[in-house]
Nanobody
Framework: QAQLEESGGGLVQIGGSLTLSCAAS????????IAWFRQGPGQDRKGLSC????????FYAERAEGRFTVSRDTAKNTVYLQMTSLRPEDTAVYYC?????????????????????????WGQGTQVTVSS
């Protein structure tokens, strides 16, 4: 059974850093892209970053460029999201999601457009709160 489990959320001060983890199991890593999303209070869930499971290629939404870094540990089947210079507006529930890459078009919908309906598996989310 496919499963994604996020961890690493918490309370952090403005300007601080936090690294989230997404442990994946139950599906073949090379066939899937894993993306990070977040959903702030009263907001839609929005894509942040994505990593291609086959070649490790990384993608960033504009809102994540410069402060967020996605990486992975293939031995642990875990994807990370390192966040720096955190701001109050980064407060949200952060989710990871996995979508099967069938072709370049699907990769585009997953990792550029972050189309939520294209992702087959979702984690439960981890809360990040940025406060003074």
């Amino acid at each position: 059974q496919a499963q994604l489990e996020e961890s690493g959320g918490g309370l952090v001060q403005i300007g601080g850093s936090l690294t989230l983890s997404c442990a994946a199991s139950g599906f073949r890593r090379d066939d899937y892209a894993i993306a990070w999303f977040r959903q702030g209070p009263g907001q839609d869930r929005k894509g942040l970053s994505c990593i291609n499971g086959k070649d490790g290629g990384t993608f960033y939404a504009e809102r994540a460029e410069g402060r967020f870094t996605v990486s992975r540990d293939t031995a642990k089947n875990t994807v990370y999201l390192q966040m720096t210079s955190l701001r109050p507006e980064d407060t949200a529930v952060y989710y990871c999601a996995a979508g099967r890459i069938r072709d370049n078009s699907k990769e585009f919908r997953l990792c550029i457009l972050y189309e939520k309906e294209e992702f087959e598996y979702w984690g439960q989310g981890t809360q990040v709160t940025v406060s003074s």
